[in-house]
């Protein structure tokens, strides 16, 4: 028989397992018969069987697990997400508070709706404000990158300040016909003055014009140094290294032969000895600059240039990993930087010089040009390695 206490404490379960199913929605008797084991795997087992049971919370679930990678698709399942919550303010619940269901769609769409161009951004108003609402309200910076989303200003309106007429329109009559007094003497020494500013203003526009020539150069040049700097002039494409072998006359270099979805394969000679066995690579899929000029490596030809990310000393050193699923040949693109990349990079200008000190993980080991990611069909290429630099 049981104690007093226990009563007490068995009726005092059978009361928070009511309530716990009543806001759920669920019926109690099925729990009631385990009221004897601990209050904690009772919790767990009526909100696990709440999850169960919501048909919203299950629907976007599967919204999730179906979510597709191609771009064109991707766009179109996020534009349909946008107007679902063009009048919504969380995806399960009544309510403000996010739910289980957001955490997960939110974390399946993050590394797509980050990649995205402004434009595409603001053509998904309700998106944008639900993904901030979600990141502001979860603190996830550890799991994922903070997007920046740009919002009006808000100024109250401020209340209108009615002047006061009464009392003072005889003053202002008599005041006016002053002013007309001055205003007409004055009058005739502002024309002279006007007349002296405009004949000024005149030689400025003259010297303007002649500086204008010099400032179009100056833009010239300064376009010049962006696009040199931009990630754009590279031809980055995923390839699949079909055969990796030891170079015949450098213990510290590999030589591979990668299908970019060319006729034939490229051979490329990189100096992974060190860190990579032939057979780690082969098969493997990487991240290869295409429009490097040719040219040898110890007697042997290397047409194009394997992505690695390295550790500050040197001591690791990793090929970048791109996501399965990632199309053979298909261009690696980064989001705000579009361009048509170069035919073949001019090694005088040292334009991969100016481009890699930008390339770099960031803390959650994602390759990056200046905070932009590497992109695929599949997702972003990434690396073991945080904060890595990429050459």
């Not at 349909?80 to 508070?97: A, H, I, R």
């Not at 957001?102 to 980050?114: A, R």
């Not at 009006?152 to 006016?176: H, I, M, N, R, Y």
Request: net charge neutral; charged share 30%; aromatic share 4%.
């Amino acid at each position: 028989m049981a104690s007093g206490s226990e009563g007490v404490a068995l009726e005092r379960k059978q009361k928070i397992v009511s309530a716990l199913c009543k806001s759920r929605s669920l019926d109690p008797e099925k729990f009631l018969d385990d009221v004897k084991n601990d209050l904690k795997s009772l919790s767990l087992n009526i909100v696990k069987a709440a999850l169960e049971n919501n048909v919203d919370f299950n629907k976007w679930v599967t919204f999730a697990e179906n979510f597709p990678s191609d771009p064109e698709a991707c766009l179109k399942g996020l534009s349909q997400l946008n107007e679902y919550l063009t009048e919504k303010s969380v995806l399960v619940g009544g309510g403000s508070t996010p739910s289980e269901a957001d955490i997960i769609v939110f974390s399946t769409v993050h590394p797509y709706v980050i990649s995205l161009a402004v434009s595409d951004k603001n053509k998904l108003p309700h998106l944008m404000r639900w993904m901030d609402y979600i990141q502001n309200k979860h603190d996830l910076r550890e799991l994922f990158e903070w997007i920046l989303v740009e919002k009006a200003p808000f100024d109250p309106p401020l209340a209108k300040v009615t002047a006061k007429v009464e009392g003072e329109s005889s003053t202002k009559k008599a005041e006016s016909s002053t002013k007309t007094a001055e205003s007409n003497t004055k009058a005739s020494s502002s024309k002279a003055e006007a007349q002296k500013k405009s004949d000024g203003k005149q030689t400025e526009t003259a010297t303007e014009k002649k500086k204008l020539p010099e400032k179009a150069a100056a833009a010239a040049d300064e376009k010049e140094k962006e696009n040199e700097l931009s990630v754009s002039l590279l031809k980055i494409q995923v390839g699949l290294i079909r055969k990796a072998s030891k170079h015949p006359s450098a213990d510290s270099l590999l030589v591979e032969e990668i299908d970019v979805g060319e006729s034939k394969c490229r051979q490329v000679v990189s100096g992974l000895a060190k860190f990579c066995t032939p057979e780690e690579l082969t098969n493997r899929l990487v991240a290869l600059i295409t429009n490097v000029k040719p040219g040898k490596l110890r007697d042997v030809v290397s047409e194009g240039l394997v992505l690695c990310a390295s550790n500050a000393d040197h001591t690791v050193v990793e090929p970048l990993v791109v996501p399965q699923g990632a199309k053979i040949g298909e261009c690696v693109t980064f989001s705000g930087h579009e361009g048509k990349p170069e035919d073949v990079l001019n090694p005088k200008k040292k334009q991969l010089d100016k481009i890699t000190p930008n390339l770099f993980t960031d803390e959650k080991g994602v390759a990056t040009f200046k905070g932009a990611p590497f992109m695929t069909s599949a997702g972003p290429c990434t690396s073991s390695i945080p904060k890595a630099t990429i050459k």
